[in-house]
């Protein structure tokens, strides 16, 4: 029996959410919009999807209100995507998910830990401050490179997130790197 593309008998909030998030891609595009990532093609070459994938989950993104698309020139024209204050509720939904991901899975070295920027503590498990006390907002969270990340990673996009960098600040490459695909 074929998989159905929603899940119309689940009465269910999770099940609405998935309707949303569940496809695949989907939480990818969302996690690099976080990271600062807000150019179709910086999207495509850090995700390696398929071209209509990504523009049909950017696309879908922008129609729940999960990401804003803004025109940052006009010729030729183009768009940035940039999350909007509902898909910045999604951030404790993808620590969690990477969380989970690190200690359940065998093998899976920390990729990238985050920092509450005031204080430099890295953030407890459920996103708080251990030496402040705070729940730490997305916008105060820097994130610094794990001993999972490749050194030397071939696209341009994965070599500016080597760097520390604050969650939610667009993302800009060096003139030298092209961002055409």
Known sequence: MA?????????CSIARALEVVG????????????YGVRRYNDFLVHLGAPRAVLAARLQSLVDVGVLDKRRYQEAPPRDEYVLTERGIRLWPVLRALGLWGREALPGTLPMRSFH??????????????????????????????????????????????????????????????????
């Open 3 to 11: 998989l159905g593309k929603d899940y119309a008998n689940q009465h």
């Open 23 to 34: 496809e695949r891609w989907t939480l990818l595009v969302v996690r690099d919009a976080f």
């Open 116 to 181: 509450h920027v005031a204080c430099g503590t890295e953030l407890a498990p459920a996103g708080d401050c251990p030496a402040c006390g705070l729940a730490v907002p997305p916008a105060d969270i820097e994130m610094r490179p794990g001993a999972g990340l490749d050194p030397d990673p071939a696209d341009p996009v994965s070599r500016a997130l080597l760097k520390p960098r604050r969650l939610l600040v667009p993302l800009e490459l060096p003139p030298s790197e092209s961002r055409r695909v």
